[in-house]
């Protein structure tokens, strides 16, 4: 294609021989798309580099990287994702008695997208860094497949105490429950959640958790 892009818009490269329709047609497509782009948003970038170059943004800008079609807000200082994505993983290995912590989390980098926003705090306990509304949800299964005996559930708590977010009740004889939470609001910075679980075994018990947490708004 004779053409050279030039801040997302298509111009004709006059060291090479035209298509002219191809050429026209390639130009308004550009064009049509750059301010498509405008009006959703204040900034867009064809990649990081441009991304860690702009200037002249303020709280609250919205930005779009076509690389990785990504949404980004400009927040204290930094560009930001619209909707990061985290995930954790956790085991714990006794009985409780009462509701304990489901182990210590761990950060898993591979189908997260930010690892700033939300990040593990003491047993059982995630620290939300941003305020915002977020979507959260768990799956905590038995090492080995081995079934639940007796009353056993899940909890979620929000931190300061403003008792269950949710609590879910796990069958007998399941070897697995989950928790899903579609918008819990935090409104201060560092706000803590606990995952508990509550079980009343035989004997000792591995369960392992996964926790996702995505922010929606």
Same mark, same amino acid.
């Given at each position: 294609?004779?053409?050279?892009?030039?801040?997302?818009?298509?111009?004709a490269?006059?060291?090479?021989?035209l298509?002219?329709?191809?050429?026209s047609?390639?130009?308004?497509?550009?064009?049509?798309?750059?301010?498509?782009?405008?009006?959703?948003?204040?900034?867009?970038?064809?990649?990081?580099?441009?991304?860690?170059?702009q200037?002249?943004?303020?709280?609250?800008s919205i930005?779009?990287?076509?690389?990785?079609?990504s949404d980004?807000?400009?927040?204290?200082?930094?560009?930001?994702l619209?909707?990061?994505?985290?995930e954790?993983?956790?085991?714990?290995?006794g009985?409780t008695?009462?509701?304990?912590g489901?182990?210590?989390?761990?950060?898993?980098?591979?189908?997260?997208?930010s690892?700033?926003?939300?990040?593990?705090?003491?047993?059982?306990?995630?620290v939300?860094?941003?305020?915002?509304?977020? &979507?959260?949800?768990?799956?905590?299964?038995?090492?080995?497949?081995? &079934?639940?005996t007796?009353?056993?559930?899940?909890?979620?708590?929000?931190?300061?105490?403003?008792?269950?977010?949710q609590?879910?009740?796990?069958?007998?004889?399941?070897?697995?429950?989950?928790?899903?939470?579609?918008n819990?609001?935090?409104?201060?910075?560092?706000?803590?959640?606990?995952?508990?679980?509550?079980?009343?075994v035989a004997?000792?018990?591995?369960?392992?958790?996964r926790?996702?947490?995505?922010?929606?708004?």
């Amino acid at each position: 294609m004779p053409l050279t892009a030039k801040n997302k818009i298509w111009y004709a490269d006059t060291s090479s021989p035209l298509d002219i329709a191809e050429t026209s047609a390639t130009q308004a497509t550009s064009v049509e798309n750059a301010l498509n782009l405008r009006s959703r948003y204040d900034f867009s970038w064809n990649n990081l580099s441009e991304r860690n170059a702009q200037q002249g943004m303020i709280n609250g800008s919205i930005g779009f990287q076509i690389d990785t079609r990504s949404d980004y807000i400009y927040f204290n200082g930094s560009w930001q994702l619209k909707t990061p994505h985290a995930e954790f993983t956790a085991s714990f290995t006794g009985t409780t008695g009462g509701p304990v912590g489901v182990g210590i989390f761990a950060y898993d980098p591979a189908p997260s997208t930010s690892s700033t926003f939300v990040v593990p705090g003491v047993n059982g306990q995630l620290v939300i860094v941003d305020p915002g509304v977020y &979507a959260i949800s768990s799956v905590s299964s038995t090492g080995g497949a081995t &079934a639940f005996t007796g009353r056993t559930f899940l909890d979620l708590t929000k931190i300061p105490n403003a008792g269950d977010q949710q609590r879910v009740s796990i069958t007998p004889g399941e070897d697995r429950g989950s928790l899903s939470k579609a918008n819990l609001r935090t409104t201060t910075a560092n706000s803590g959640i606990y995952i508990q679980m509550y079980m009343t075994v035989a004997g000792s018990t591995t369960v392992n958790t996964r926790v996702f947490v995505t922010r929606i708004g």
